[in-house]
């Protein structure tokens, strides 16, 4: 079992930068990835960035050039800088744990908004 807990969400302007962050607890020794969704009103949820346990990130070409995932291992915590956001940026943000080596599970945090607008 994994408890996550996010924060950072906020209103920014186009161009502006926030910086998302989750803590994980429970039965960390199993996450073999962090990430980041998001999810706007009536569209499906999509993969922002993930960074598994040996390093490997893949990140959405939307955001490519732009976000920076990173973790802090030993505080089993997982960053998204997001840095010249636009409105269509705009969306709740999940946390995302994948965990296990043989079975497999998936865990989600609350959610944090995150709104984009001049």
């Known amino acids: 079992q994994v408890q996550l807990v996010e924060s950072g969400g906020g209103l920014v302007q186009p161009g502006g930068s926030l910086r998302l962050s989750c803590s994980a607890s429970?039965?960390?020794?199993?996450?073999?990835?962090m990430g980041w969704y998001r999810q706007a009103p009536g569209k499906q949820r999509e993969l922002v960035a993930l960074?598994?346990?040996?390093?490997?990130?893949n990140y959405a070409d939307s955001v490519k050039g732009r976000f920076t995932i990173s973790r802090d291992n030993a505080k089993n915590t997982v960053f998204l800088q997001m840095n010249s956001l636009k409105p269509e940026d705009t969306a709740a943000y999940y946390c995302y744990v994948r965990t296990g080596f043989v079975n497999e599970y998936d865990y989600w945090g609350q959610g944090t908004q995150v709104t984009v607008s001049p």
């Open positions: 429970g039965s960390i020794s199993s996450i073999r990835a």
């Open positions: 960074i598994t346990i040996g390093g490997r990130i």
